[in-house]
């Protein structure tokens, strides 16, 4: 484990964490006005390999060549110029900090830490971190990297979890939750709706589904992997005769077809790693997605549709009434769409090229 202190004068900012995968939604913005929860699980740590943060320079200031050397192949609005390496953590474990809430940013429910780091160290006052609690982003603090160091605290710190392991824990994240808004009428009020973290892990896979395609229709399976990712591949890509086969593939899952052109695969939460096939699967495409959400695409809960009899089953917490759907169909979040298309090269082939530059008009019908 680790804990992070000031590259200043060394006083300790954090708790003991463990490090973890950055999670696909760590910077999406979420609808408007809506009170999204803590990031990060208390006692963890991730790291986002790209710069992130004040000062940003507009994409006109920018030549392609140098976009194409940090892995960027298709306009963006901005670009941060940033130190790479920030790290986020949960705010209830930071240290010996001092808030300074006029640097608010351009937020309007909270701190948004468009104005840089918001939080200074409270022994020496040298600008460490940025608190993020504004409205429609995920609450976190963003350590600087050139503003603290990582000292190890406990070499002993428990290996990652095997993915049999993994399977055994079984924690699936669910495609529906109640999300809290500000402003109701009365007050905070809530809504059931599809989840933010399946939204946005969606968009992050469906911008792979779409480079996988190779510009032809693909086939998901049936279910809830149809109810996700079908009615938006079937809108953006033509029909044909020549589809792409897609399944679902990773532990615990007998190994798919050899005319399986593309593979939904679960990313470990801990290590940040794919889960890779043997096999003739092997030279199909990857889709990443987090294991949460692939473990309830793979192993779907069933549905009810009357009480059971008896006591609860392990793990269902009530039967009755059924857990409400949302009103609205299924919709990918574009801006993690976005952000990963960008960085396939295969953004570069003008079909997909086109799709991108006409996101604006699929959000308006729906299609996002």
């Not at 609005?77 to 608010?104: M, N, Q």
């Not at 104005?115 to 006052?125: K, Q």
Request: aromatic share 8%; net charge negative; charged share 15%.
């Amino acid at each position: 484990m680790f804990v992070f202190v000031c590259a200043g004068c060394g006083a300790h900012l954090t708790v003991p964490l463990s490090e973890v995968a950055l999670p696909a939604h760590a910077h999406q913005k979420y609808g408007n006005g809506i009170q999204l929860p803590v990031l990060m699980e208390s006692g963890t740590f991730a790291v986002d390999p790209e710069p992130w943060g004040p000062p940003w320079r507009m994409w006109a200031e920018i030549h392609p060549d140098e976009a194409a050397a940090r892995g960027i192949y298709a306009p963006v609005y901005a670009l941060s110029d940033g130190v790479p390496g920030a790290i986020v953590i949960a705010p209830g474990d930071v240290r010996g900090t001092r808030l300074i809430p006029e640097k608010r940013g351009g937020a309007c429910c909270g701190l948004d830490g468009a104005d840089g780091p918001n939080m200074v160290c409270e022994a020496c006052g040298l600008p460490v971190a940025s608190r993020i609690d504004d409205c429609s982003l995920w609450q976190a603090v963003w350590l600087a990297p050139n503003a603290v160091r990582r000292l190890l605290v406990n070499d002993a710190d428990a290996a990652p979890l095997s993915w049999e392991e993994l399977m055994a824990e079984g924690k699936g994240t669910p495609p529906f939750e109640p999300v809290a808004t500000w402003g109701g009428l009365l007050g905070t009020s809530h809504y059931w709706s599809w989840s933010p973290q399946w939204e946005a892990a969606a968009g992050q896979a469906l911008a792979h589904l779409l480079a996988a395609s190779q510009g032809g229709p693909v086939a998901v399976p049936g279910g809830p992997t149809e109810e996700v990712f079908q009615r938006t591949l079937d809108a953006l890509l033509p029909a044909g005769p020549l589809e792409r086969r897609a399944a679902l593939a990773g532990p615990g899952m007998p190994a798919p077809d050899a005319g399986v052109d593309i593979i939904l695969v679960p990313v470990h939460p801990q290590t940040g790693q794919t889960w890779a096939p043997a096999g003739p699967a092997a030279s199909a495409y990857p889709v990443p997605l987090p294991f949460g959400m692939w473990l309830s695409l793979a192993f779907p809960q069933p549905c009810l549709p009357v009480p059971t009899p008896g006591a609860i089953p392990d793990g269902v917490l009530r039967d009755d009434p059924l857990p409400p759907r949302p009103h609205h169909l299924f919709r990918a979040d574009s801006g993690t769409f976005q952000h990963t298309l960008v960085r396939l090269p295969a953004v570069r082939s003008p079909w997909l090229r086109e799709i991108l530059d006409n996101l604006t008009q699929h959000m308006r019908t729906r299609i996002f």
